[in-house]
């Protein structure tokens, strides 16, 4: 009781956050600030999510997503996946504390670099890619994917944040009918609010991630959101001719309307634009796609 008492005390002090001294703020989301933190005995950093208990008792909706993104990164534990490091919860506060990723955005540096090379592509690609096998050989979904949502880490390592849209414990074949994420990158079965297959979906949304990194463009895009979703419901989108032919030939395979002619997770694996460039990757991310990308290969 002294502990969380203390908590609060410090909760409404700048300096401190529990055993955490506040650095500086990183960002201010929907549902709560984001500070860089230090460790006060071990030095490490970290980013702390604080999120005020008064705002989730008034959104039910804030509350779900909060609830979703702890409990997801409880359960998954992956080298591509931002780590969870604890939670602490006060009467006035929740701390989410997350490993610092300090190296940016996948989107920032798109923005930045204009294009980003062949090498870099597929590199972020995979990485991408194993975290997605990963999770959905756990039952969970991002439903979020997209550049904003892939941070670096110092070593150049992209890793996959943001779960407050995650849905967990789904098995193979359930059906979703929510309608979530950003507009985007979303699916056509997932804009027009139909059951679907969230494997299926996820695809999709790996598609146009891909398709940004390679493109440095949405396929998707116009001057309003209702131009937008006809498009997406529609497929129609032009591939540069400066992409590489077989690159080409995958994302137009995950951009595929009907969910059921879409490739599957392990299909992308097995594409020849994959398997061309495999062997350049490090042995550790190949050991993670290896090991879970029999779990994949799933229609229904």
Known sequence: MAKLEQLEREASEPEFLGEYRVVRTLGKG????????????????????IVSRGELDHSPAQRKRTEAEIQTLKEVSHSNVCKLMEVIETREHKYIVMEC???GELYDLILKSGKLSPEQVFRYFAFTYAAVLHLHNRGVYHRDLKPENLLFDSKDRLKLCDFGFALTKVGPGCTVVTECGSPHYAAPEVISRTAHIPIQAEVWSL???????????LPFDGPSQ???????????YTIPPEVPRRLADLISKM???????RITVTEIFDHDWFQERYLSLPAAVKQ????EKDGGNRRY
Request: with cysteine.
């Open 207 to 217: 598609g146009v991630v891909l398709y940004v990194m390679a493109c440095s463009a």
């Open 30 to 49: 929907s549902c709560g600030i984001v500070k860089l933190c230090q460790h006060r005995r071990t030095q490490e950093e970290v980013a702390v999510k």
């Open 255 to 261: 951009l595929v309307v009907n969910p059921r002619e």
């Open 226 to 236: 209702h131009v937008v979703l006809q498009r997406i419901s529609s497929g129609k």
């Open 288 to 291: 993670d796609i290896e090991k």
């Open 101 to 103: 990723l300090r190296g």
